[in-house]
């Protein structure tokens, strides 16, 4: 089985260089007029990645939205399964981030959700990414919350967060995603995700409530690889090739000094 994209995230993490992906929720594909523009969009940028994935995506809906995304792509971003339940698994996808909820207390989505995936993955050729999901108050509440029925971590607890991450480290999970939630209020503060930063050495995904330029260089400069934005790139379509410029130039700044 291939761990192609693991490695280029460990890669990218071991030269300080930073990552954007395109988080697209297929449930709202057929609402969203500008869905074809964005992907589109996004593809000519060659962006990093596009995540797929929401709280309520059926099998029907994902498989639809697969079709209609890899058909702009055609091959030239890789697109990363995010999955809110068993129902969406696709082989149709380059990799699947095998998410476990450790920030909650719910055993349904610590293992049970993966102990029902798990043999149509073992079939599959899909790369899957063991992912430690943690989940942060984003000031509002949000799906993933309420589907999951799971308390998100404080924002003001970062020796909370922290001792998540490494027991979620100890326990063998290869990347972290922290997310404040699709259209949070509030980012995950630079504090959180410095805390995490500091005790692992392992890819670390922020998403959540992105929405400016501003607040998506705050989450890379406290230590986050790849930033996800969603809801940020509907509202404001220009958004992904303003940060993505800026993800360029201080890649390339890297290289320099
Ligand atoms: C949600 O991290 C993602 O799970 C992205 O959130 O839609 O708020 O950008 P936004």
Redesign the pocket.
Known sequence: RSTRLRDLLFERKSEGSKSLAL?I?PEKMDRQSSFTELVQGATELEIDFI?I??SLVSADQLAKCMASVNQIVGGRVPLVL?PGSVMQVSDEADAILFLSLISGRNPEWLIGQQVLAAPHLSKSKLEIIPTGYMLVN?GSS?S?EYISQTIPLPQDKPDLAAATALAGKYLGLSVF?M??????RV?VSPDMIRAVNAHTKAPL???????SLSSARRAWEAGADVL???????KNPSLIAEVLQYARWYNASLNVN
């Open positions: 988080l929720d995540f994935g929401g995010f984003g949000t993933v995603y997310d404040a939630g699709s259209g949070a980012p995904i922020v998403g959540g409530g992105i929405c996800v934005i969603g809801n940020g790139a509907e």
